[in-house]
């Protein structure tokens, strides 16, 4: 009976870490996209600067990243390690994204 309740709260921790860092990640991704998009309407305006154009390119990768470990997240639990020892996927850097309204200063130190 032990043993069936430990395993029951390893499964339930398990959960809700992978539920948090698939939380994380889609904020990640709709943060980085909406930038993405934002500069991409001054670009198809012609009126982004080289900067703006650099800037897309870096987080075009970065959102690639994300979207890599939102898709890792999601074969977590068919490891055979599931629940017990499962390996997570290496999370990516989170972008300093200046324009971003929801970072305050304090976060990007």
């Known amino acids: ?11 339930a921790e398990a959960r809700t870490e992978l539920a948090a860092k698939n939380a994380r990640a889609v904020v990640q991704i709709a943060r980085i996209q909406d930038r993405v998009d934002t500069l991409g309407y001054g670009i198809d305006a012609g009126e982004a600067t080289e900067e703006d154009e650099v800037e897309q390119a870096a987080l075009l990768l970065s959102l690639k990243a994300w979207k890599a470990y939102k898709f890792a997240l999601g074969k977590v639990t068919a490891q055979p390690t599931w629940y017990a020892a499962p390996v997570w996927p290496a999370e990516p850097d989170v972008p300093v994204i200046a324009a971003d309204p929801e970072v305050n200063a304090a976060d990007l130190m």
């Open 1 to 11: 009976m032990k043993a069936e309740t430990t395993a029951a709260a390893r499964l």
